[in-house]
């Protein structure tokens, strides 16, 4: 499984994998996502910034990510401390088809996304997600990611998370 770039032709598939993201955090009694956000319009955005990442089954779109190399101000005002001060990347928007959950797919893109990342001389990457999603947690933990403290994103307190290389 790679990672590639998405393009506004995947934006259908990756919205539906959205949509299924929220539905089933909302199953699971997560808050997380289920405010509207992220809206088709992050996901544009994140496509014309050359930001959106899929990983494909043929030509359908069974994962999706925002990785940035320009950081989160989000970030900057962190209540805890960061691993270290050196360029990162950030994952944001992660979403894995309901189909191909358990397949290792998650991982997958994890792996994907420290390929990518070491291929751009970029040897950290930090990610966050509410306290209540304790799969995201267990994914984050499982692949030796290092709990920081907390952040202010998108409404919400958030837990962050970094990962040096």
Same mark, same amino acid.
């Given at each position: 499984?790679?990672?590639?770039?998405a393009?506004?032709?995947?934006?259908? @598939?990756?919205?539906? %994998?959205?949509?299924?993201?929220?539905?089933?955090?909302?199953?699971?009694? /997560?808050? @997380?996502?289920q405010?509207?956000?992220?809206?088709? #319009?992050?996901i544009?955005?994140?496509?014309?910034?050359?930001?959106?990442? /899929?990983?494909?089954d043929? @030509?359908? /779109?069974? #994962?999706?990510?925002?990785?940035?190399?320009?950081?989160?101000?989000?970030?900057?005002? %962190?209540?805890?401390?960061?691993?270290?001060?050196?360029?990162?990347?950030?994952?944001?928007?992660? #979403?894995?088809?309901?189909?191909?959950?358990? @397949?290792?797919?998650?991982?997958?893109?994890?792996?994907?996304?420290?390929?990518f990342?070491?291929a751009?001389?970029?040897?950290?990457i930090?990610?966050?997600?509410d306290n209540d999603?304790?799969?995201?947690?267990?994914?984050l933990?499982?692949?030796?990611?290092?709990?920081?403290?907390?952040?202010?994103?998108?409404?919400s307190?958030?837990?962050?998370?970094?990962?040096? %290389?």
């Open positions: 499984m790679k990672l590639q770039g393009n506004v032709n995947d934006t259908q @598939q990756i919205m539906a %994998l959205i949509e299924q993201a929220k539905k089933f955090l909302a199953s699971r009694g /997560v808050d @997380q996502w405010d509207g956000y992220p809206q088709e #319009a992050d544009l955005n994140d496509l014309k910034t050359g930001k959106g990442y /899929v990983i494909k043929g @030509q359908t /779109v069974i #994962a999706y990510c925002c990785i940035d190399f320009n950081g989160e101000r989000a970030y900057d005002t %962190l209540n805890g401390s960061w691993l270290n001060d050196e360029p990162y990347i950030v994952i944001h928007r992660i #979403a894995v088809d309901d189909a191909v959950k358990g @397949q290792g797919v998650a991982s997958a893109l994890f792996h994907e996304a420290e390929v990342a070491l751009h001389n970029i040897k950290n930090r990610i966050d997600t999603n304790a799969i995201m947690k267990h994914i933990e499982k692949f030796d990611y290092t709990y920081c403290g907390t952040i202010w994103f998108a409404n307190v958030k837990i962050a998370y970094h990962k040096v %290389l």
